[in-house]
């Protein structure tokens, strides 16, 4: 039996969606500061992480957002980890990584797989070949972790297919937003529980 499926929840707005995410079992739940309907500002991510236990990593996700205001952000809402999306460069990871946060890189899957560390990141989310689509792909393409290599599969992920996801593509996580949504940016405390022990009914 190896390590439990590491499980983030992105998109929380709320203490409602927070509270559910924590008592379902969730490793990580993201904050989006850049423009989505899911979006929260660095004093609202504030509130809501102080609600999370030390051993709950809160994500701060950005997206082509300047390096500057990243880390401005970051700071101000106290997240303990950064997921950068965009045409960021390894120098990118290297400058945040003097300001002591878990660094998370998300890439598209491709023609060719990213792999995780080639930007000096902690982690790698892996997104659809469209990212942030919110469809499902082809996770059998996926060659699986390597050894000690942390990746989180994402996109089009739901209660009702993450067990089949897990199974196809091996990942040593999984992240997800819409699929536990009851409506575009509304989380269903409901779902987010039944997504974690989806996930994990495969471990």
């Known amino acids: 039996m190896g390590e439990a499926l590491f499980v983030k929840i992105c998109g929380l707005k709320t203490e409602l969606d927070v509270d559910a995410a924590v008592e379902a079992g969730a490793d990580a739940i993201g904050f989006v500061f850049s ?35 990243v880390r401005a952000v970051a700071e101000e809402s106290g997240v303990r980890a950064v997921q950068l999306h965009g045409d960021y460069e390894a120098a990118d990871f290297r400058e945040l990584r003097a300001g002591g946060w878990t660094l998370i890189r998300a890439a598209a899957f491709g023609d ?5 560390g080639e930007f000096g990141e902690d982690m790698l989310l892996l997104d659809a070949p469209v990212p942030g689509s919110g469809t499902a792909w082809d996770w059998s393409r996926m060659p699986g972790s390597a050894a000690g290599e942390r990746w989180l599969l994402a996109g ?48």
Do not use: H, M, Q, Y
């Open 112 to 116: 060719t797989v990213p792999r995780c």
């Open 156 to 203: 089009g992920l739901a209660p009702d297919n993450v067990a089949e996801a897990v199974a196809a593509a091996r990942p040593w996580g999984v992240d997800v937003s819409s699929g536990v949504e009851a409506s575009r940016g509304v989380k269903d405390p409901a779902l987010i529980v039944e997504f974690v022990k989806a996930a994990r009914s495969r471990a």
């Open 35 to 69: 423009a989505s309907p899911r979006r929260v500002d660095a004093a609202t991510a504030a509130r809501l992480g102080a609600r999370v236990p030390e051993g709950v990593l809160t994500v701060g996700v950005f997206k082509d957002e300047p390096l500057g205001d």
